[in-house]
């Protein structure tokens, strides 16, 4: 009973402090710096607790140019992952078992032409695989038809986007007629097993904010999700992650264009919490670029922020200097620790 009523005095005493610094002399908001913020809640430095996610960004091209994506993806981007830094990976993975789950993203991770390569590889060194797949890639050209099966066959978890389960909102925000192809692909995903609790095969969908405001209670969320997508397409699935959208590349620009950066930033702030800072996921992950060298995360990469190591790219790997590095942080950070707090996962509190 004493050390939890401790850890609610350390927990009450940081959100006063907290809430002194949001404030200036005249009561007007103030944009705090980051690590302002983690020092009142003694988390400064930001260090990694355990590295086992060992995320990997294999290319930018994507068929889709959606208004919320942090990577700036597109069909036009040329950046690909080789497969010779594929291999730098590998060899990483064989070496280092506390890296357990390898996280494959994009663009549209399946564009790489070394992806399903890479994938097979990694299932021989008996890694749990994630794709962030976007669901209308399987159905862009059918050289990717088969791709549900693929994932079956290699027992691969889907993570995939679904800004809402309704065509004008998921539509407004991804583009014209992703919503009926997600749909489809979705139904498609079911058909080999995906989704169904039975059969071990996990697909998840996210869920981002349409505006500039925070995403509501996750649980909540899919519920909704799930008795919706049930009713009116059949479509099961496992978990749904709400996700903050991040103040920075493409939802940047739209916070500058609408002027509503000052506003959501000052959501961000007055909703930070010190249990979702000490939970971010750049404490348990690595993040590869496609050109091999690491970050503290996917958001930090796409701001060419590189993890503050000696071990700057895949080919000097040391886990031992990467697991004691202090993490590099900025304002953008707040969008992973407001509310409920967010990250690749979800919600982290």
């Not at 995320?55 to 942090?70: A, D, F, L, P």
């Not at 986007?161 to 014209?176: A, I």
Request: hydrophobic content about 35%.
């Amino acid at each position: 009973m004493k050390s939890l009523k401790a850890a609610h005095n350390i927990l009450a005493d940081a959100q006063q402090q907290i809430e002194i610094l949001e404030h200036g002399k005249n009561g007007d908001f103030v944009l705090v710096p980051f690590e302002d913020k983690l020092r009142a809640s003694n988390l400064f430095p930001l260090k990694p607790t355990q590295m086992e996610i060992f995320q990997v960004n294999i290319g930018k091209m994507c068929n889709q140019t959606c208004k919320h994506c942090h990577v700036d993806a597109g069909p036009d981007r040329k950046e690909i992952m080789t497969r010779e830094t594929m291999q730098q990976c590998l060899e990483v993975l064989k070496n280092h078992p506390q890296l357990k789950t390898v996280d494959l993203t994009g663009g549209a991770p399946e564009m790489n032409p070394d992806f399903r390569w890479f994938v097979e590889e990694i299932k021989k060194l008996n890694r749990h695989v994630t794709v962030r797949c976007n669901l209308t890639i399987i159905l862009a050209n059918k050289k990717y038809y088969d791709l549900p099966y693929f994932y079956k066959e290699h027992q691969v978890e889907i993570t995939s986007s679904l800004p809402f389960y309704r065509k004008d909102r998921t539509d407004n925000q991804r583009g014209n007629g992703v919503f009926e192809n997600s749909i489809k692909s979705l139904q498609l995903l079911n058909e080999v097993g995906y989704g169904k609790v039975e059969t071990g095969l996990i697909l998840n969908l996210v869920y981002n904010a349409a505006g500039a405001f925070l995403p509501p209670s996750q649980s909540s969320l899919e519920k909704e999700y799930k008795q919706e997508l049930k009713k009116q397409f059949g479509i099961e699935f496992n978990n749904l992650f709400s996700i903050t959208n991040m103040p920075i590349s493409r939802y940047l620009d739209y916070l500058l264009m609408s002027g509503n950066y000052e506003s959501y930033m000052e959501k961000l702030v007055s909703s930070y919490n010190p249990s979702a800072a000490a939970n971010v996921m750049c404490r348990n992950t690595v993040s590869v670029g496609w050109d091999g060298f690491l970050y503290d995360c996917d958001f930090n990469q796409m701001l060419e922020l590189k993890v503050n190591s000696k071990t700057t790219n895949i080919r000097n790997f040391n886990f031992d200097e990467l697991n004691n590095r202090t993490i590099r942080t900025g304002q953008h950070c707040y969008g992973c620790t407001a509310g409920a707090g967010s990250g690749c996962g979800g919600t982290t509190t």
